[in-house]
């Protein structure tokens, strides 16, 4: 029998309000292995909304033509669509100016262009690119390539046994030498929430520019870059209830325009010749070729639906249903949660006994519940811990009380097959 109960967590979003927004999401009504779904694997990416599935759909079936070219009515349309979606981002994002926003393919091409356009031409031999040991592969690969190419070394704040960062070991890695800080807000694989702003602060203190790695904070907190202070910030769409293929980053105008395009191609120039081209202001600098135009459209709507309901709320949600899970995993019998920080966002990483990861995810999902298995794109995190894998369980606005019961329930059935 449990001894916590929903009623001695947060409710700034009840139960009733939750359920409602479940309808939103046409998945629900599907049945799961003959169950109900209980989707807990939003770290890796969220499902999606009415409302974002129908502004897709208008776009192609009501008004798509290509942006940024056409005189007639529909590339208009098209474009209007797609610009007014810098100002949501903006808006999301607290910035303060839509020209600071780029359509990119998701955090991982965002991390890519700061590192090509940004770090590479100020890198050289002995200089240093500092990051986290709770980073994503994605915030780690581009800076080795780039640090392989041009003699610079890769330095990394270890994190504790907790999973925070020793924000004073942080300070101590800068020095003369650190010619970029790439930091995580929030970490996949430990629900961390990392002190970015403190850490920026830091950073700054040597005249050094900060990327702020959001794909996991977005979704699921309040995020203010100018608050923050951050250099550059970026984020997926698909992890906030979009779709995927698209996209933020955002970065200080001043700098985005000292910068050398990312990708060449059509759009991103101001004038050609075969002899030279003159490149386009930011952001369609970095916007070369035919984007994503019905993905922004739906990011543009997921942003729209997130704000309704408000981020304040939807991390208070998650952030009551993190708690109420922490202590009903801890009474399961052999679960050993991995990543105890004291700030955590809805993720939790749990080992249980010697049962292997992906045989918990097997067994969840015969009970249709969806978590995640396996190394989270994070193996450097599982070596600090010396661990190969874990399970995963990371919650979204749509998540109840219920999902982490049933979570609970499927887990003692992981227990009565494997231990
Ligand atoms: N950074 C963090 C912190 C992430 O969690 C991810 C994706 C990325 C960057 C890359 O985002 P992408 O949209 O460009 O792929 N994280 C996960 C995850 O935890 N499970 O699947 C993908």
Known sequence: MSTVTPMQTHDAVTPLAVERLRADFPIFARPMNGKRLVFLDNAAS????EAVIRAIDECYGEYYANIHRGVYQLSQRSTQAYEAVRGKVRALLNGADDREVVFVR??????????????RPRLGPGDEILITGMEH???????QLLCEET?????????TDKGEVDVEDFRSRLTARTKFVSIVHVSNALGTVNPVQEMIAAAHEFG????????QSVPHLSVDVAELDCDFYCFSGHKIYGPSGVGVLWGRLDLLREMRPYQGGGEMIR????ERSEFAEPPQRFEAGTPNIAGVVGLGAAI????????ERIAAHEHALLEYATARLGEVEGVRIIGTATAKAGVISFLMGRV????????????GVAIRAGHHCAQPVMQRYGIPATARASFGLYNTYDDVDVLVRALDKVRELFI
């Open 46 to 49: 969220a499902q999606k909304p």
């Open 106 to 119: 998701g955090a991982t091409e965002a991390i890519n262009l700061v590192a090509h356009s940004y770090v």
């Open 137 to 143: 592969h994605s915030n780690i690969v581009p800076w």
């Open 151 to 159: 003699g610079a070394t890769l330095v990394v704040s270890p994190i």
């Open 208 to 215: 050094v520019a900060v990327l702020v790695d959001g794909a």
């Open 271 to 274: 004038y050609v010749t075969f």
């Open 304 to 311: 729209d639906y997130v704000c309704a309901i408000g981020t």
């Open 356 to 367: 292997h990861p992906h045989d918990i995810g097997t067994v969840l999902d015969l009970e």
